[in-house]
């Protein structure tokens, strides 16, 4: 099954499709098990309008998407592979890379392998941080803080935004939105 996948990979990329109809934004984690803490990333790129892209062939919708898989590191080493040097091709822009345990190797060789793709680390406990964010000079790698994962959708969506006017709009009108309740007295505390 991991060869049928990685061989689709690769004829997705020789497909050579407009960058309009691909996923720009690739979620991967190195078990299902992360994905409580990878649902914030979903969150917040749904929030923004992007739609899951769950068949390459027939994109959705919206013009923003993202796709998810789960990429081992060290389970699924060859797919790693084929998933960083497909992803170019395949049309991504971004990727978030997260992973738990102390060898949370998926983000920063994903970051080394699809470079300059920009990757954006999760890790996905505290003990991950420093196998995510150590990397040498080099091998960038941008990450944000362990367990949660929303800001690591806003930051993609960021990325993106330097190309795409509309969602420079978006991100702007979520952040007003969370000013909303910030410097007012808390309602809660004084009912
Ligand atoms: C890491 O090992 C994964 O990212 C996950 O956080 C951790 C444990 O994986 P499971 O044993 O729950 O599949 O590579």
Do not use: W
């Not at 923004?48 to 919708?61: S, W």
């Not at 738990?100 to 941080?129: F, H, R």
Request: proline content about 6%.
């Amino acid at each position: 099954e991991i060869t049928d996948l990685i061989a689709q990979l690769e004829t997705e990329a020789d497909q050579q499709r407009d960058p309009e109809t691909t996923p720009d934004v690739g979620i991967i984690m190195g078990s299902d098990s992360d994905l409580p803490t990878m649902e914030g990333a979903y969150d917040a790129l749904l929030a923004l309008g992007f739609e899951e892209q769950t068949d390459f062939e027939n994109p959705p919708e919206s013009r923003f998407t993202f796709e998810s898989y789960v990429i081992s590191a060290h389970r699924t080493p060859g797919l790693m592979y084929a998933y960083c040097e497909t992803a170019a091709d395949r049309g991504l822009d971004v990727i978030i890379a997260g992973a738990g345990g102390k060898s949370a190797d998926l983000p920063n060789m994903t970051a080394s392998i699809a470079y300059p793709i920009p990757v954006i680390g999760v890790p996905v406990q505290e003990k991950s941080v420093s196998s995510v964010i150590g990397m040498p000079t080099g091998a960038p790698i941008v990450a944000v803080d362990a367990g949660k994962s929303f800001n690591a959708g806003l930051s993609a969506a960021q990325i993106l935004s330097r190309e795409h006017t509309v969602l420079r709009d978006r991100l702007n009108d979520y952040h007003t939105d969370l000013q909303a309740g910030v410097g007012t007295v808390s309602k809660q505390l004084h009912d």
